[in-house]
């Protein structure tokens, strides 16, 4: 479904990306994992469209999708669910949720699909009229994905997930991941808790620096000693 | 190492003409305007001189600190009017300002030290407007001298008894001439010259852009902000009087948004990180719009006659000036300087690549 | 006249004013919380509609219809003006957006002295905005109470489409959070243009009401407007919409104020007052009355 191909991406003069090449099958939930800094984030923004590469090709169901605008790439179907959350602080939940949706012409789907991200994450239909700046940290990511999940996209981003979590709502929100997952959504999970995301993925990358330095599906990468002592704390 | 530092000896005479070569490209021009210039030729260079003194001085500012001064005009205007103030002879005073408090009504100074006490009052209200509004972050401060400018406007029209209000204020002595500006434009360039070619300053200039870098300093930015903004001023409102004392009346409409947007529009063309730049940018801009100035009267294109067209030439120059940052946001020279040393040294010798 | 009376009288005034102002300040506010620029070419958009409006009755159009086609020169003029100067330098510094729009300002200005001459000229005001009532003491202009009631009216609908519309909606979430919004797949540029255009309209339909007050129009008439409207939305909230609003109504409340209370020879200094306390404002309290959540440029 996703494929990159040789992608470099610069920030100016430092390349964060070099010669990054990966792929994601449909149904799949593949991981990225690396250290602060090795480029996984840049790596989802590149796709999502918020950053262009300046060599390389990222194709999304065999249509080149690397010079599109994020408008154009949300509209075939992919959502990107940032680093950090990105909600929308000013806006009530209720508004987030409608804007995941705001490509969407189908009404009726919109309202399914809210429903359904309300059975998801209970708490949102409690605070749906609540600005989102107030929702708690665990709160906030919930709706992030939510607002993600309203696009009723085909691939989903999700970057960083468990970040600044506590262990409870981590782990209901790999619950939910696994839900989807069993529900036959693609994901490309960048995570910094490579033991969770490991768990749940089929298969993972090991970025560093800017490189992909390991590939493999993730039970080869769970046992795999070097993984384990470098991102597993073993 | 041993080469760098035999380098240095030997490129001692280099220097010295690289320094010397734009000094004396600069004093070319008050020697032209004595010698062999037309009146109105000598006009335009003493305002040139002017005009590069308001842009290198608001530059040692923005360039330093990275942060934009949109009020350095209101100096300039408190530099020409507390210098005529003090300089015109106490007779005019009585019959221009006759309402003028008795301390200032006697006093009566000649050129140059009612210059530095114009400057001094303008830097001093510098220091207290800094203390307000140095502290502020990127175009919060700039609003913030625009406020400043409005003040200033607001006060010299309303201030009656010292600056006959809106009206012209006349009967300035006649002081300045080619010399007293060009004089002041080598102190301007050379004190630009040692603040930001400092290591200090080109640290400063380094950091510029780096926004979280420069909030690492916290507390030190309104000290490290408040001496150039200071000095500036005291320069700006110098340029001021010199302006003031060769224009002999003015009204406080001078020293407004045009004056503003014409000084920025030359520090802008030329680079804001750049004394050289600033030089040329003026230069630029002045002879431009001079050019612009007598088309806007109308003129003959042979087969059919321009009308009148006032204000072209302010289009012109805002059209220029967006140009500029659209296609080449730093400008001509961005925040390098000419080296004129290059000059002196043979291509290929392996001395020229010794700084970079 | 009591004191009551003289209150209310002052009220009225600053109502007014303070609507004018906050219409104004709404445009200023809704660029800058997107766009994090400050356009002061915004004040010439109120030059531009009145210049039309003017023309267009002079030609003889029906004043009804003369006001809807000028608010929409107002927009339209908005829209160009971003799509020429703002959009090419997008993502520069602040402070090289903020100069560009006084490079415009020059522009929009000098040009209408070009095409127009420097010279103000008469506006044909309308009877009905030059009435004036007599309710006891007190002393009501009509185009005040229009300039209010219009206000008002506006202000309702302007807060219906931001809450209720898709595009208004995807316009306060691009201020809040640009990144995200591209996220959502919402179209940047029309939300921008949107943005502008609405602004813009407002800014016409100040512009209108001013000059209904003033009786005459000239090419540098929105200079000082637009510095007072940005100083009402920055003790407001600067980029937020009711901050704008509220902004608006304070300064009026205090101009009114500052020109009752100022001894006499001191009232021709209101204006540097109202500057003052600018200066006060970005110091003490940059996030203006309502504290719009500032946004880490980090």
Redesign the interface.
Known sequence: MLELHQVEVCYGAIRALTDLSLHVAEGELVTLIGSNGAGKTTTLRAISGLLRPRHGTILYEGEAIHALTPFHIVQRGIAHCPEGRHIFANLSVDENLRLGAVQRRDRDGVQQDREWVCELFPVLKERVSQLGGTLSGGEQQMLAIARALMSRPRLLLLDEPSLGLAPVLVDTIFEVLRKLKEAGRTILLVEQNARLALEIADRGYVLETGRLILDDSAAALRGNADVERAYLGG | MNTAANATTAFDWRRWAGAALPVLMILALPIFADHGASAYQHRVIVILGIDIMLVVSLNLFNGFTGV?SLGHVGFMALGAYASAILSMPVAHKAINLPDLPVWLAHVELSFLPATLVAGLFAMVVACIIGL??L??S???V???T???L??VR??L??ATPFTRGSRTFFGTPAYTNVWWVYAWVAVTIYLAWRMLRSPYGRAMLAQRED??AA?AVGVQVLRTRLGPFALSAFLTAVAGALWGHYILSFSPNAFY??ET?TI??ML?VGGMGSISGSVIGTILIVVLSEVLRNLEGGFDLGFMQVPP????S??L???A??SV??FR?EGLLGYREIDFTRLFVRRGDPRNEREA | MSLTEYGLQQAINALSIGSLYALMAIGLAMVFGILRL?NFAHGDLMMVASYAALFMLLAGLPFWMVVILAVIVGALAGMLMERV?YR??RG?????M???S???T??L???A??LIG?RSRPFPVPDFLRQVYHLGNLTVASVNVVAIISTAILLVALTLFVTRTDTGISMRAAADDMTAAQLMGIRINRVIAAAFAIGSGLAAVAGLLWTAKVGKVDPYMG?FPV?KA??AA?IGGFGTIPGAVVGGFVLGILEISLQALLPGDWS??R??FV??I???V??VR?NGIMGARVRE??
């Open positions: 934009f307000a509004v502290r502020l990127g175009h919060y700039a609003v913030a625009l406020s400043f409005v003040i607001v006060v029209i309303n926004r979280v909030r948004f045009t947007f920025i529009t802008v067209l006032y204000g072209l302010q289009i120059m805002a059209v000036f967006i940052l659209v946001r | 400050i100067a090419p330098i520069a510094p602040d402070v090289a903020l100069l560009t006084f490079a415009v020059i522009i200005e000098n040009g002295v070009m420097a200079f510095l940005f100083v920055v021709s200094y204006d540097a500057f003052g600018l200066i006060v970005l110091l940059p440029e980090i």
